[in-house]
């Protein structure tokens, strides 16, 4: 693996889109290790019914809000470390990074206390269908738990990425994952000395897996084995840093919540519907996952790249590497999008063999994947956003995306009627699909349209 100087030298003046492919590259398969992961789960607790598959599909929301929060000040981290690099600091990223990663942790201490507590309150707000409602409370307590590691290794990834290392969380996501292939069958079904625990078994093998992350990630970020250099005197917290950190990743932080919440109230509208949708969203959701690997792999690239070439004032560059890993990913993903819409019943059957939730699924499969390309689009622009610290545009548009377009079409398609305006098209659950596959197209173009002003190209890290 590279030095941070080489990689450095690398970003800031090597051949465009083979960088882009040698960072992207291990977060492809960071990306689908994690999928991996996820769909681990989906695959064997599709074999006890799809109550227990939409156990999972309940807690996410609730997971994946918290989760948002981590990520968004997160984002402080990348910015901060990349262009910090980007101007030969090493020392100050250092630093930065020292302030970042003990924000995170004082915040996941609160959301496991408050999340562990309210859990049952939330699940019942969100209309979770009855047989799930308990399943669902037990898998979201017990993944709660790990929530500080989760944290730990959140604020391990998102620095190492300012500072172009793409490969190190790779290489820890391995292990991760690893752990939970291991236990996921031996604790849903039992084995030897091991019972029986079906859902309740899936959340502590995916607990177990992420608190090993977490570990690892400190570990190496204390003892000098990457190029984040972590001390107890830089997570001393510091005025200046603190206003920075929140300065940068509020923006980003609301933007992920309220898009968490999003999909909390996604789940709610999917849900009125009954279980085989809920079950064929929560299938389908994971596949649509593993078909945007390439999708993550280029926007984290391009949010290091774009980032350090900001910082080292190379606009024009940033600008280049910024289209070109726009059209290289929304090449690969509107390929791909034509392939699951041919083998999208196939793929479905995969995980379940219940024909309503296969054929629900496999709708939802061939309506979404026809914009998954748009979608590619936005969110290279958007990670390139937050990477050059530009938070608040970046928040901005992914709003737009989530609640101006995906919420309110999901909800005009699919209801007879809609508050304020009282008209709806009534399509049932099929409005929820066009609602969100519409979503990318539109987002995809009002995102461009901010590259245009070329203000995402201005520093902004301060002394």
């Known amino acids: 693996m590279k030095s941070a100087d080489e990689r450095r030298e690398d970003i800031l003046n090597g051949p465009i889109i083979k960088t882009l492919l040698v960072l992207a590259l291990p977060v492809m398969v960071s990306s689908s290790l994690h999928i991996s992961f996820n769909i681990v789960d989906t695959f064997w607790l599709g074999r006890l019914g799809p109550a227990e598959v939409g156990a999972p599909t309940a807690a996410w929301p609730v997971i994946f809000a918290f989760l948002s929060a981590g ?22 990223a250092n630093e930065a990074a020292g302030q970042v990663f003990s924000f995170l942790i004082i915040l996941s201490l609160i959301f496991t206390i408050g999340g562990f507590l309210g859990a049952p309150y939330i699940l019942k707000w969100m209309q979770t269908p009855p047989d799930i409602y ?7 307590r017990i993944v709660l738990l790990s929530m500080p590691f989760v944290f730990a290794y959140t604020a391990f990834r998102f620095l190492l990425k300012g500072m172009g290392d793409m490969v190190t969380p790779m290489l820890i996501r391995i292990t991760f994952v690893s752990v939970n292939l291991v236990l996921d069958p031996i604790l849903i079904f039992g084995w030897s000395i091991f019972p029986a625990l079906g859902v309740t078994g899936a959340a502590i093998a995916t607990a177990a897996s992420r608190v090993t992350a977490g570990l690892v990630g400190i570990y190496l970020l204390f003892n000098n084995r990457v190029d984040i250099r972590l001390s107890l005197r830089d997570m001393r917290l510091k005025m200046g840093w603190v206003k920075q950190i929140i300065k940068i990743g509020a923006p980003a932080t609301f933007a992920r919540v309220m898009t968490a919440l999003a999909f909390v109230i996604l789940f709610t509208l999917v849900a009125i519907f009954g279980e085989t949708p809920v079950a064929a969203y929560g299938i389908g959701r994971r596949i649509i996952h593993v078909i945007t690997i390439a999708v993550w792999g280029f926007a984290d690239a391009s949010m290091s790249m774009v980032g350090q070439n900001v910082g080292a004032g190379n606009k024009k560059r940033a600008e280049e590497v910024l289209k070109k890993a ?11 999008g034509v392939i699951v819409i041919i083998f999208r019943r196939g793929i479905m059957s995969v995980f379940i063999d219940d024909i309503a939730v296969i054929n629900e699924g496999a709708r939802y499969l061939a309506i979404y994947s ?8 936005f969110r290279v622009f958007d990670s390139s956003y937050r990477g050059t610290g530009h938070t608040m545009p970046a928040m901005g548009l992914e709003l737009f995306r989530i609640w101006g377009l995906r919420l309110f079409l999901s909800a005009l398609f699919a209801l007879p009627s809609l508050p ?3 008209f709806g098209f009534d399509m049932g659950v099929v409005g929820v699909w066009i609602g969100m596959a519409l979503s990318n197209p539109i987002a995809s173009v009002a995102s461009y349209l901010y590259f245009l002003t070329g203000k995402w190209k201005k520093k902004t ?3």
């Open 326 to 336: 726009v059209l290289v990913s929304s090449t690969i993903m509107f390929a791909t």
């Open 134 to 140: 308990p399943l669902a409370v037990t898998y979201l």
């Open 461 to 463: 890290i301060t002394e």
């Open 71 to 92: 990520m968004g000040l997160a984002t402080a981290g990348v910015a901060l470390v990349a262009q910090h690099m980007g101007a030969g600091d090493q020392k100050t």
């Open 420 to 422: 304020l305006i009282n």
């Open 370 to 377: 026809m914009s998954i390309g748009f979608f590619g689009i």
